[in-house]
C-alpha cells in the first residue's frame, strides 16, 4: 500500500466552500482501498459536509469492481464503475469479461461507467502489447455494455488516442480521467467527443501544462476528480486524499478560468451528471 510523506505544515486554509444548492461530484475515487477501511463513514461524512454530493467509486479490477458496486447499494451518495487497470491486464482471465457482464446486467441502477481502463507505460506492470490489446477488448465491451468508459492514460498519448480512434466512436461518451496531457492533447480529446477530469495536481506549482489545459479548456467538458487516496492537492500534498479535498481543486481551476466557485461547480456537476446519466439527490 502505498506509504503517505509525513510533512509538517502549519496555518492551513480552510475549505473553500461551495453552498447550497451548488454542489460538487467527485467524479473517480478508489473508495474500496484499504487506505478508507478504517474510517469510511467518517470519510463519506466530510464530503457530505463540504457539499460533495455524489462520488463514484473507480473499480480496477474484477475484485474492486464488486467492491465499488457493494458499497454503492450501501451508500446512496457513491456510484460505482467496473473494468480492469492497464496494471492487471496481464491479469485477465478467461472469465473476467463475463463475470463484468453479469455484475453489470444485474446493478445496472448503480454502476454508471466502464473503467478505469486504458495505457500505463510510466509503471509497465504489464507488457506493453498486452495492455493495448485489453485497452482494446475493454472499449468494445463498454461500447457493448452501453457504459461511457473512463479512460487512464499515462505517457501513451498516441497508443491511447489511436486506439480510441480505431475503436470509436463512442456513443455514450466518456472521460480522459487525470488529465496529464497538454493543451493540444486536450482539444484533440474533446474533439474526439470525451471530456477531461482535473485532478489535485492543478494545485501543485510545477503544473503548468495541466494549469493552461484547466484554464482554457471549454467549461462543458470539465470534470473534477480526487483520485483518492491518491494525489492530494495543496496544502494537503502527500497525505492521503479524500473526496472533501475537492474544494481545493475547484477553488484553483476556478481561480485559473477567472470564475466563481458557484459557476464551475454547478457546470461540472451538471457535465458529471450528464455524462454519467443520472441524477443527483438533494
Known amino acids: ?40 463513514d467518517t470519510v463519506l461524512l466530510s464530503a457530505r459536509e463540504h457539499n460533495i454530493k455524489s462520488i463514484i467509486s473507480i473499480g480496477i479490477d474484477e475484485k474492486s469492481s464488486i467492491a465499488a458496486v457493494t458499497l454503492a447499494k450501501k451508500y446512496p451518495m457513491v456510484k460505482a ?3 480492469v487497470h492497464p496494471h492487471d491486464a496481464e491479469h485477465i482471465k478467461t472469465d473476467t469479461y463475463q463475470n463484468l457482464q453479469n455484475l453489470a446486467a444485474a446493478n445496472i441502477e448503480h454502476i454508471v461507467a466502464y473503467g478505469e481502463i486504458g495505457l500505463d507505460y510510466a509503471r509497465n506492470y504489464s507488457e506493453p502489447k498486452i495492455q493495448r490489446k485489453i485497452f482494446t477488448e475493454q472499449l468494445e465491451l463498454a461500447q457493448e455494455l452501453k457504459l461511457p468508459v473512463i479512460i487512464h492514460d499515462r505517457d501513451a498519448h498516441q497508443d491511447t488516442f489511436d486506439i480510441l480512434q480505431a475503436v470509436g466512436p463512442f456513443p455514450e461518451g466518456g472521460v480522459m480521467h487525470c488529465f496529464s496531457g497538454d493543451r493540444d492533447f ?7 467527443g470525451l471530456h477531461l477530469s482535473i485532478p489535485g495536481v492543478v494545485t501543485f506549482k510545477n503544473a503548468v501544462e495541466l494549469q493552461k489545459v484547466a484554464a482554457s479548456m471549454p467549461l462543458e467538458s470539465l470534470l473534477l476528480e480526487t483520485d ?10 502527500g497525505k492521503r486524499n479524500s473526496p472533501s479535498n475537492l474544494p481545493y481543486t475547484a477553488l484553483k481551476v476556478a481561480q485559473l478560468r477567472d470564475i466563481s466557485m458557484v459557476e464551475l461547480a454547478e457546470q461540472s456537476s451538471k457535465n458529471a451528471q450528464r455524462l454519467f446519466r443520472y441524477k443527483v439527490e438533494q
Open 186 to 192: 486536450a482539444e484533440k480529446i474533446i474533439n474526439f
Open 228 to 237: 483518492g487516496p491518491f494525489l492530494s492537492p495543496v496544502p494537503w500534498r
Open 81 to 83: 464503475s467496473i473494468g
Open 1 to 40: 500500500m502505498k506509504q503517505y510523506m509525513s510533512k509538517r505544515k502549519k496555518n492551513k486554509p480552510p475549505v473553500p466552500e461551495v453552498d447550497a444548492p451548488y454542489f460538487l461530484i467527485d467524479t473517480h475515487c478508489h473508495l474500496d482501498m484499504d487506505d478508507y477501511s478504517n474510517d469510511l
